[in-house]
């Protein structure tokens, strides 16, 4: 299931929190009241929701991945480099 669809289902399960909060919540932002987190992660986990890495990347354009590039690993020096 997509996040978009999590936060409608968090939002829809009469939990009367609206889908900003779900989302301030999710981005763990501090504009929230102290027990808005506990209510909406306990509804997060009896839903299964676990959120994705690779989710987060794509929907906020970075994945604060770093790629190497290097020519073998048998060279000597790149094992101890890596």
């Known amino acids: 299931m997509r996040l978009e669809d999590k936060?409608?289902?968090?939002?829809?399960?009469?939990?009367?929190?609206?889908?900003?909060?779900?989302?301030?919540?999710?981005?763990?932002k501090p504009e929230?009241?102290?027990?808005?987190?506990?209510?909406?992660?306990r509804i997060m986990e009896e839903h299964g929701f676990v959120p994705s890495i690779a989710a987060s990347g794509l929907a906020a354009g970075r994945s604060r991945l770093l790629g190497v590039l290097v020519?073998?690993?048998t060279w000597p020096l790149v094992p101890e480099l890596m």
Request: net charge neutral.
């Open 71 to 73: 020519p073998s690993l």
């Open 7 to 28: 936060v409608c289902l968090i939002t829809g399960a009469g939990s009367g929190i609206g889908q900003a909060t779900v989302s301030r919540v999710l981005n763990q």
């Open 32 to 41: 929230v009241e102290p027990a808005t987190p506990e209510r909406i992660l």
